[in-house]
């Protein structure tokens, strides 16, 4: 999958005024995109397929998108086994926070805090291709 990246246009601070006199041109912020991944020990199946239909709206609201949701999970090394595993893109980290933060995400928040025991970070992009790398392949 390719990746696209989201400029957006900001003046630097000193020019974020109507001062006429400020010759420094604009510069672009690029936006990377942020994950949210949570390892998930559910509780009560029942509550937690209730919170399974509350969250998608309130994520992608907010820009973001499943990776993985749920699925067999496989232990390659160590002796981590998290059961049920969840990996979010959103377009940013700001993104990323105001979904977590957000008043749409609550109810289901509050839903999946009291019928699973989670584990979430919230990890910042960019993803990266080996094959786009010199001498890879």
Request: proline share 9%; with cysteine; aromatic share 10%.
């Amino acid at each position: 999958m390719k990746r696209t990246w989201r400029t957006v246009e900001r003046a630097p601070p000193h020019e974020r005024h109507d001062d006429s006199n400020c010759t420094f041109p604009p510069f672009k912020q690029i936006l990377m995109p942020a994950y949210v991944v949570v390892q998930i020990t559910i509780s009560d199946p029942d509550a937690y397929a209730r919170y399974k239909d509350l969250a998608p709206p309130s994520i992608a609201a907010y820009g973001g998108r499943y990776l993985l949701r749920g699925g067999s999970v496989t232990t390659l090394e160590g002796d981590w086994d998290p059961g049920r595993f969840v990996i979010l893109e959103f377009p940013d980290r700001e993104s990323a926070q105001s979904w977590w933060d957000s008043a749409e995400y609550a109810e289901a928040k509050a839903l999946r805090q009291s019928s699973a025991e989670s584990k979430m970070i919230l990890v910042d992009g960019p993803s990266f291709d080996p094959r786009t790398v010199a001498g890879a392949g």
